[in-house]
């Protein structure tokens, strides 16, 4: 059965919007659904008459979608405006294929109303079709009708004529000129499929051509289920699947040693998926053959490099065996490839073509498990992975209906390396200084946790909150998602005093963002009681999560960071009691010492593996932090024969400095610790956050 797109026009609400406003409307609903065109691809364009700024005379304006920018989040500013009439003057200038890009300098000076959003490559394409609202989208459907080998014929077979053609040719003026004549010489046309690309449409209203949109893919879809009915890419090879859980296994064991090898110069991050698309195709019989032939649409290929990697794993062969012979075959795998990249540069390369860039793969096909991604951060990780699909599903449709062709070697690479998307590289902002770092952090849901990872993530880290109380934590990962967006946060409950939790929290950390670079170990509680009146319970409380707490995290984490292999950097979140004994709190005192010597001993054993281990020492951190919110504040406050009120004045005139210590200043110091231009040299210290306590000065 098709699946059918929804015609989600609103008449009442569009009644209510200008043409601009209208153009934004109809760009939201088409990139708001991946069955129409990817994240970040597609454009959407209308020709619109607004007055001149200088003449006030009406002037006809292209709006197109601008340079970067995601069609289903953008907003207004995201178009560029430019005069229709200059562009029309561009094509005087125009001197042929062999000066393409030049064209793209001359973009500028058609601006509108000093527009800054820069026009992209493809306003050409929309500037010269003679009908005032264009779309152009990558449908799967359309896009596997347009990389068959005979996708000319399918095309007049499938709309009967109502659509045009044109072959693959690498978007720019050209392809403008001749979008505009095959729309001017057969005016009855509602759009053109450009093969093993995508799909142009128009009309002469918002409406109406959103309406046109969606019908053409509608008819490729229907059209496609009709017609496929064989079994998809040669059948399974497996019958079936690894089960869920010994799929989440062995992507916990893959990811970290993958990601250890290719993150040479940048770290990256990854992304699992496992899919029923995934699963299919890398089940099947022709996995190997299809992935070999790498994708299509130009979009699918800058974002997934010229083939995948099938990683050597056998699904039928059970047991830690096969997954241990897996992972010391990627050394090979990746030699392999790394080999193939270089051969395929040097094959294609062009005298002024940039560097070669980074020749590990972004995708890897785990026959029985899923694909795993990897990228600079976690979202493009995450898009690569979903462009990935696009491509699953078009080669799964052109095989079942005719034959899946894929973008030539040559065209591949003049994408991957235009000169026009290497200076967009090189615009792009310099990375933040702790991107593509993966940090996991205990207690995550409580005052100096949540400040803790705000800090890391504010400066590009992904990470993982972990904490025993779900409600809380499902708080603060909503708060710092609201922030630092879905991609870059994750929680998982965990009690930190249960090896197993504390085995699957890592396990979930490796999962969702491919291994860890920073832990910090920061769960605890406080308590307070004469000596005498210390129970047993109380003190195997303190210890069992201050200290055996500690100790597990520490070594799960000390075991993950060298499977990966790229070092590391483990933070103790201690106290200051762990250095001078504070009256009736022997059992909390007698814990945070044991955290300190735990992180000399880690850092001794992390050193010649370049995982580096220090501790910060709050003391009187009371807004904001959980510990403060039960008995311990009315504790501190008889010990010391005060009410609660003056207890934060009290630590204040007890510090050196008589300043207060909040959580933001613990986050300050970790990060410090964390980053690795500041302490790469530094390993086995203690910070002290105290405002200055003179018994507690190190020495």
């Not at 096909?365 to 979202?379: E, I, Q, S």
């Not at 898009?383 to 040559?410: C, D, H, K, T, W």
């Not at 210890?543 to 075991?559: C, D, H, M, N």
């Not at 010649?608 to 039960?630: M, Q």
Request: glycine share 8%; with cysteine.
């Amino acid at each position: 059965m098709t699946d059918i797109l929804e015609n989600r026009w609103d008449d009442q609400h569009a009644a209510t919007l200008s043409e601009a406003e209208l153009l934004l409307y109809r760009s939201n609903l088409l990139g708001a659904d991946l069955r129409i065109t990817n994240y970040g691809g597609g454009n959407t364009s209308a020709k619109i008459t607004q007055p001149d700024p200088l003449t006030g005379e009406a002037s006809p304006v292209l709006w197109v979608k601008g340079s970067g920018g995601d069609l289903g989040s953008m907003a207004l500013d995201g178009f560029a405006t430019l005069y229709l009439d200059k562009l029309r003057q561009l094509k005087k200038l125009y001197r042929g294929l062999e000066h393409e890009d030049e064209m793209v300098g001359y973009l500028p000076h058609c601006t509108f109303d000093l527009n800054p959003r820069a026009a992209s490559i493809d306003t050409p394409l929309h500037a010269y079709i003679p009908h005032a609202h264009v779309d152009h989208m990558h449908p799967d459907a359309v896009i596997a009708i347009a990389s068959t080998v005979d996708s000319r014929a399918l095309t007049e077979r499938i709309w009967d004529g109502e659509l045009g053609w044109l072959p693959w040719q690498r978007p720019g003026f050209d392809l403008g000129l001749k979008l505009e004549a095959v729309a001017r010489d057969n005016p009855a046309l509602k759009g053109i499929v450009l093969e093993g690309h995508g799909l142009f449409t128009w009309g002469e209203s918002a409406r109406q051509c959103y309406d046109n949109t969606l019908a053409v893919i509608q008819r490729a879809a229907d059209w496609l289920a009709q017609h496929n009915e064989g079994a998809a890419f040669g059948g399974a090879r497996h019958e079936q699947p690894l089960p869920a859980q010994r799929r989440r296994e062995v992507a916990a064991a893959l990811m970290p040693a993958l990601r250890g090898r290719v993150s040479d110069g940048q770290c990256q991050v990854g992304h699992f998926d496992d899919s029923e698309a995934v699963l299919e195709f890398v089940d099947s019989r022709e996995l190997q053959a299809l992935a070999a032939l790498g994708t299509s649409c130009p979009d699918h290929f800058l974002r997934t490099k010229i083939r995948p990697l099938v990683i050597d794993f056998d699904p039928a062969v059970e047991g830690q065996a096969e997954l241990a012979r897996c992972i010391g075959a990627l050394d090979q795998q990746l030699t392999e490839y790394r080999a193939m990249y270089a051969q395929y540069y040097a094959r294609c390369q062009h005298p002024d073509s940039p560097a070669m860039r980074d020749p590990n793969p972004v995708v890897y096909l785990v026959p029985g498990v899923g694909m795993l991604t990897f990228a600079r951060d976690k979202a493009t990780a995450r898009i690569a992975g979903e462009f990935y699909i696009n491509a699953i599903n078009v080669m799964r449709e052109a095989n079942g209906v005719s034959e899946y062709r894929a973008l030539p070697e040559q065209e591949a690479f003049d994408i991957e390396y235009w000169l026009l998307e290497e200076a967009k590289l090189q615009r792009m902002p310099p990375a933040k200084s702790l991107a593509g770092r993966i940090a996991f952090i205990t207690g995550g849901a409580g005052g100096i946790g949540k400040a803790t990872a705000t800090r890391l993530a504010r400066e590009g880290a992904c990470v993982m909150l972990a904490d025993i109380d779900g409600d809380a934590l499902g708080e603060a990962v909503a708060q710092l998602r609201a922030s630092f967006g879905t991609d870059a946060v994750r929680g998982v409950q965990c009690d930190v005093t249960d090896e197993q939790a504390v085995r699957a929290a890592f396990d979930a950390t490796a999962v969702a963002f491919g291994g860890l670079d920073i832990l910090v170990s920061n769960a605890g509680i406080a308590s307070a009681a004469p000596l005498d009146e210390t129970s047993l319970a109380l003190w195997d409380r303190n210890i069992r999560i201050l200290a055996t707490g500690y100790f597990l995290v520490s070594r799960e984490g000390f075991s993950l960071l060298k499977r990966q292999g790229l070092g590391g950097a483990i933070i103790f979140i201690a106290s200051k009691n762990g250095l001078v004994a504070s009256p009736n709190a022997a059992a909390y005192c007698t814990a945070k010492a044991a955290e300190l010597q735990l992180a000399r001993g880690v850092a001794l054993e992390g050193a010649p593996l370049g995982i580096r281990c220090n501790s910060v020492n709050p003391d009187a951190v009371l807004r904001g932090s959980k510990i403060w919110s039960g008995k311990w504040k009315e504790e501190r406050a008889a010990a010391y024969g005060m009410s609660e009120e003056d207890l934060e004045e009290h630590y204040r005139q007890r510090s050196l400095l008589k300043r207060n210590v909040f959580p933001e200043d613990i986050a300050e110091a970790v990060y410090f610790l964390a980053n690795e231009e500041s302490s790469a040299k530094s390993t086995g210290n203690i910070i002290n956050v105290d405002a200055g306590h003179a018994p507690s000065f190190t020495r």
